[in-house]
């Protein structure tokens, strides 16, 4: 079937499904496989429960007139969210970079509903999966669009570029995240600067931190540049603190406190702001919504416990965030005693054993009161002193039950597979 016609189908039913479990009356089912599953199985109970059509690429499961078979599911789903978006006219911006894509994307989300109707990646779908899903969802009543894209390997971005055909796009900052599938930081570089080829190609426009050196000299002239970060720039902000929530003085003077850990954050806020700005939203309102927004699932919250003060950034962790977030607690002033507890940091390949030393001499030398260390990784480091090192989270907890803090500010700090959200009930 071509697209064009497929097309036809999708605008009648408005909907398209992955999930079985996720079904609703008349949308459009695609039979997805992966390592562990195989979506044509589930074709036909697909359309009992409610699926006006299956699309799949497995010529065994072709059993109704309700069935569609194509040469790869994945492929199709991806051309019909490029032809969908190629019928949209509002502004799409592409949302990239090592650290900080997911709250960025959610502050940028924040600040442009205070005037716009916004379609955005919801959650974590910012792979070659869900970047076609979300744009999929974007009907009629969206004015704009902000799309997320995640990548782990080279030319990841470029895809979801094609697939996006993004008008604006930023990238956040680069660091050492995912060096098992780049191969090197260079690699990382390169990859991050698709975005900017893309926009180039296009004739886009991008957002640039004027400050951020790297990303700054991945811009080409050729680019239309909104600048922030700097006096004279499109969009101007002042950093005040980060004691432990950062603060800035906006466009207008007002000393606004954000919900957000650590001084890294102002670079996002600053973009959110801009953005806001360059778009038409009153300052006030983008001050108000820059205020407003609550972080959550792990991502730089603070949260006060019986005990404790809690700095849950344990989403996720690379060289780069770790650093950045261990400079920031660092900086802090308080009375309280300061911990620091660091999970391994994972899609490191052969890198991991010297970025675990590194981030594990970093810890040690900080002058925290207690720094934990947890994972196999870090189990592995070399004459590490001022630090107690667990190569498995259980001892872990048997220690800090122990010892059991009390009036501290405590940073957890790890990769998601060590899920460090688990040791609250103990803090």
């Not at 670079?267 to 919504?289: H, M």
């Not at 999970?343 to 970093?362: K, P, R, W």
């Amino acid at each position: 079937m071509r697209i064009e016609e497929l097309y036809k189908l999708f605008v009648k039913s408005g909907v398209v499904s992955t999930d079985t479990r996720n079904i609703t009356e008349g949308c459009l089912f695609f039979a997805l496989k992966g390592e562990n599953f195989n979506g044509n199985k589930f074709a036909q109970s697909a359309i009992a429960s409610g699926a006006s059509y299956s699309v799949i690429d497995e010529p065994e499961f072709n059993k109704s007139d309700r069935t569609i078979l194509v040469n790869d599911v994945l492929t199709t789903l991806q051309d019909l969210a490029k032809h969908h978006r190629s019928k949209l006219s509002i502004p799409v911006i592409a949302v990239t970079g090592s650290n900080g894509k997911t709250t960025t994307k959610e502050l940028i989300n924040v600040v442009l509903a205070k005037k716009y109707n916004v379609a955005y990646t919801k959650g974590n779908f910012n792979n070659h999966i869900g970047v076609p899903l979300t744009l999929l969802e974007i009907n009629s009543s969206h004015e704009m669009a902000l799309i997320e894209m995640g990548d782990n390997h080279p030319r990841e971005v470029e895809l979801l570029c094609e697939i996006a055909q993004p008008n604006y796009g930023f990238v956040t900052n680069v660091g050492k995240d995912h060096l098992e599938g780049f191969g090197s930081f260079e690699n990382n570089i390169l990859a991050k600067k698709e975005v900017f080829d893309y926009l180039e190609i296009h004739q886009g426009k991008v957002f640039l931190d004027k400050t951020d050196e790297l990303v700054s000299g991945m811009v080409v002239d050729a680019i239309e540049v909104i600048s922030f970060g700097v006096k004279g720039a499109d969009s101007y902000i002042d950093y005040v603190e980060s004691n432990p929530l950062v603060v800035f003085k906006d466009e207008q003077g007002n000393r606004i406190e954000s919900n957000l850990f650590g001084a890294f954050n102002f670079s996002n806020i600053q973009l959110a702001y801009c953005i806001g700005k360059y778009f038409g939203v009153d300052l006030k309102l983008i001050s108000e919504g820059l205020s407003e927004y609550q972080p959550d699932n792990n991502r730089s919250q603070v949260i006060k416990t019986d005990r404790n003060t809690l700095i849950m950034d344990a989403y996720n962790a690379n060289p780069s965030s770790v650093e950045e977030a261990m400079k920031s607690f660092a900086d802090m002033k308080t009375d309280k005693p300061k911990w620091l507890i660091l999970g391994d940091m994972f899609e490191l390949g052969s890198y991991a054993e010297e970025e675990h030393q590194n981030m594990a001499t970093l810890a040690s030398s900080n002058r925290f009161d207690e720094v934990v260390l947890i994972g196999e990784n870090y189990g592995r480091t070399q004459g590490i002193k001022n630090a107690t090192i667990f190569q498995q989270k259980s001892e872990a907890e048997v220690y800090i039950k122990k010892i059991a803090p009390e009036g501290a500010i405590i940073l957890l700090k790890g990769s998601r597979g060590m899920r460090l959200e688990s040791l609250k009930p103990i803090l």
